[in-house]
């Protein structure tokens, strides 16, 4: 790898992803990050890399939908490696309007794939590597697992649209022979996430004193790997991974969401000299979200056994590193939180 394409580096994982990558010792590739800079980016996440490693990093806005854009960075940058992250990421804003997820994440892939095509052909791409979600295979019940081999059953505008993306990307993989390959991760967290996601919001609740609001009866279960793990494990993809095939990656950590909040209630408690029943009586049970999955479980056998990844940070240890983060970063938060955004949370679940 010589010269790396991230789309969507200013994003949740995508930052976390880029820093990662400047983290490795005895590595020479450059980074060019493509975003279009949406509400869930900040470009200053990652000034320090630019100051730090102005010859090896590059910012270039753009929209993945532009295809004369993306072709011309890719040729500028003679691109070689494309790890593609960018996308519409939060379900309750695709029940709000699913047309921009249509939009970057089925049209941007698909006009990614179509520059990349061109250069593939002309031998110039070594790896076209996808990022997908969990919530592609749809919902379980109480037992079982998502495999790499189960159905795709999406059931949100959101999801539906990252299943379109991958089976575009596996398609390009049949049809034209593009080196692919995909992983299908559950749910990230860590620094950096925008606090519309459960995990930074209700940390920033807490802080401000604020209800927190859980959906529904508060057991659906979601499997939290800590966004660093997503990193490694991506980058064995990228090292070791088999083209054309696909990686689940998880946490193997379930948690019902009410049993979660309330250890956050814990843990933050502790931070800022507070009694967690406090906290805890901040908890306010609110609409449930339409079409809400009950459970996803990642099996992810097949990465440990093949690529040798596992994970390394435990849940109690990741949570603590977060909160204090978030806590240090409050300005972060404010700078990127949206007006707009809480006005609907307000009219749609009635809290705010
Ligand atoms: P995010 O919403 O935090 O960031 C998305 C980034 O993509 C933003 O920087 C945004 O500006 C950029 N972007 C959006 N539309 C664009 C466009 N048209 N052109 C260029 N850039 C655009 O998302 P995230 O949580 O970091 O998720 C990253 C990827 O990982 C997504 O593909 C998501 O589906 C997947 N994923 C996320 C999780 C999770 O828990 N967050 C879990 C599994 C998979
Ligand atoms: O599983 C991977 C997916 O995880 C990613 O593909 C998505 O990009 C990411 O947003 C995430 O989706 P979820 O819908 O699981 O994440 P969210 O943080 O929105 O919600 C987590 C759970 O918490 C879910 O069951 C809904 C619930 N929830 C969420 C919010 C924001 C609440 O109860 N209250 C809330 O205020």
Redesign the pocket.
Known sequence: MNSILVTGGCGFIGTNFVRFLFEKDGENFIVVNVDKLTYAANPENLVDIQERYSKRYFFERADICDFESISRIIDKYDVDTIVHFAAE????RSILGPSDFVKTNIVGTFTLLEAVRERFEKGKIIRFHHIS???VYGSLGKEGYFYESSPYQPRSPYSASKAASDHLVRSYHNTYGLNVTISI???NYGPYQFP???IP?MIVNMLENKEL???GD?K?I?DWLFVYDHCTAIWEILKKGKVGETYNIGGENEWE?IRLVEFLCELVAKKINKEAGSLKKLIKFVKD?PG?DRR?AINCEKIKNELGWRQSVDFETGLDFTVDWYIRNIEWLNKVRSGEYLKWIEINYGYR
């Open positions: 990421s939060h379900v309750d979600t969990d919530e991760c559950s749910n519309e996601k459960l919001l609001p859980v959906y508060g659906h979601r969401n979200r809400h996803y």
